[in-house]
């Protein structure tokens, strides 16, 4: 039976049990993973599933009430015994005047976005240990301190996603992804560093060289040996592309409707108003062609869009689901997320900081004195105040150029006054999976070191 026939019969089956309204989302997957540590296989990991999600509504004083199972035994005994837990659940829950499916027309025409590639799979193992030690040896060709690992892996998943609602909308979509990535250790007497490299695509040709992700790695291992702390101090400070992305990831976490119902967001009330650096243009775009979290349609059958959360530092927009948009009189953004078993929440599709015109070379140049951050640590981030205090390790800047690296201090300050503090960012906009930043620099913030 197709995915499409089980959440027809799914959905006919919770009408008839009593819902008054009801979704499915059933997903099909495969994933291989590999991974090796110099020539020597690691493990070597293959799965298949094939889960059905319920949501499923009834009408109740206050509002619809609302519940949710899961099965991956689609037998109809199994499905009998799942619609009828979940109707029975719905009814022992409370009402609520903001539960149910969304209002928004659903999506119609469906957009092939290039999300996975019908000649890379099934998946080999063997292709994907040859990857995998190709990783291994070029990490390791890069110094002979390079002398272990954590390991380097390759892998590959092909998902199949089918939504349908009792509104009538029924889709569905094929999703892939392919990693590749090493952490290499370099070893000089007493001391181990390790660092990684990694890179992921939809599909295997657009996969980068795990010649070149090799060797990043080995390289960005062996230039931590011999770091140290700095003193305390206030100076200008770099964020890589790739830990810059993090506080994109921040920028979400204070812009969902959920954030801001909950009063759990220093951005509440303030669309409209300058929350960053005119440099900051943040996107979200779940219909980019390719993209690692680009589909045709969200967790609600509604269409996915380009919606823009900053532009030139000013707050535009947050993002919603259906759910969160009700709480707050808003539309859904086409922004729903959920698995199987659960219901939607939230969800960035392909989130960016807009590159800017400075290469990394030339922000590096004109900073005279600072710290570029390589890696940070830990979560210290507090989204109702904004305040941010996270380990991290880089490498020193004296000069406008590089110095020494760097380990064992704490950056702080607070997310509003760092994204407002932006003062360059860079054109190597880098993209290792759904969120993407290039390199950019706050002006002054505090290193809490030696």
């Given at each position: 039976m197709s995915g499409e026939a089980i959440v027809e019969r799914a959905l006919a089956r919770l009408r008839a049990a009593g819902a008054a309204a009801a979704d499915c989302m059933l997903i099909e997957g495969e994933s291989l993973d590999v991974r090796v540590r110099d020539e020597e296989i690691d493990h070597v990991t293959q799965s298949r599933e094939k889960v059905l999600g319920v949501r499923c509504f009834v009408e109740g004083d206050g509002g619809l009430q609302q519940a949710t199972g899961s099965t991956s035994d689609l037998s109809d005994e199994a499905l009998d015994r799942l619609v009828g837990h979940s109707v029975a659940l719905a009814r022992a829950t409370a009402g609520d005047p903001c539960a149910g499916l969304p209002d928004a027309p659903f999506a119609e025409s469906l957009a092939d976005l290039g999300l996975s590639d019908p000649a890379d799979h099934p998946a080999k193992a063997e292709d994907r240990i040859e990857t995998a030690r190709r990783l291994e040896r070029a990490a390791r060709?890069?110094?002979?301190?390079?002398?272990?690992?954590e390991g380097s892996e390759a892998a590959s998943s092909l998902s199949t996603i089918v939504y349908g609602d009792t509104r009538g909308f029924l889709g569905s979509y094929a999703s892939a992804s392919h990693s590749i990535s090493s952490m290499p250790v370099a070893i000089d007497g007493d001391e181990k560093q390790r660092d990684y490299a990694y890179a992921t695509s939809r599909t295997l040709a657009g996969l980068a060289d795990p010649d070149a992700v090799g060797r990043e790695?080995?390289?960005?291992?062996?230039?931590?040996?011999?770091?140290?702390?700095?003193?305390?101090?206030?100076?200008?400070?770099?964020?890589?592309?790739?830990?810059?992305?993090?506080?994109v990831r921040q920028i979400l976490q204070c812009t969902t409707g959920y954030a801001i119902y909950r009063q759990a967001s220093y951005l509440i009330d303030k669309v409209g108003e300058l929350v960053a650096s005119p440099l900051v243009t943040v996107v979200d775009d779940g219909a980019l062609p390719g993209g690692l979290g680009s589909k045709p349609f969200d967790a609600e059958g509604l269409t996915t869009r380009r919606n823009v959360l900053v532009s030139e530092g000013r707050l535009v927009q947050y993002l919603f689901d259906s759910y969160s948009a009700r709480k707050l009189g808003a539309a859904s953004t086409g922004s729903a997320s959920r698995?199987?078993?659960?219901?939607?929440?939230?969800?960035?599709?392909?989130?960016?900081?807009?590159?800017?015109?400075?290469?990394?070379?030339?922000?590096?140049?004109?900073?005279?004195?600072?710290?570029?951050?390589?890696?940070?640590?830990?979560?210290?981030?507090?989204?109702?105040?904004?305040?941010?205090?996270?380990?991290?390790?880089?490498?020193?800047?004296?000069?406008?150029?590089?110095?020494?690296?760097?380990?064992?201090?704490?950056?702080?300050?607070?997310?509003?006054?760092?994204?407002?503090?932006?003062?360059?960012?860079?054109?190597?906009?880098?993209?290792?999976?759904?969120?993407?930043?290039p390199s950019l620099r706050i002006a002054r913030m505090t290193i809490a070191g030696s």
């Open positions: 060709a890069v110094d002979p301190r390079v002398s272990n690992s790695a080995g390289e960005r291992a062996v230039r931590r040996l011999g770091a140290r702390p700095v003193e305390t101090c206030e100076v200008p400070v770099l964020f890589e592309p790739r830990i810059a992305a993090s506080l698995g199987p078993g659960s219901s939607p929440s939230v969800g960035a599709t392909n989130l960016w900081l807009e590159p800017g015109q400075t290469s990394p070379e030339e922000m590096l140049a004109s900073t005279g004195r600072g710290l570029l951050v390589t890696e940070l640590i830990g979560f210290g981030f507090n989204p109702v105040t904004g305040d941010y205090s996270r380990g991290a390790a880089g490498f020193w800047i004296e000069g406008g150029e590089i110095a020494h690296p760097v380990e064992e201090v704490t950056i702080a300050g607070n997310l509003q006054d760092m994204l407002c503090g932006i003062d360059a960012v860079g054109s190597d906009l880098l993209w290792l999976g759904r969120v993407a930043a």
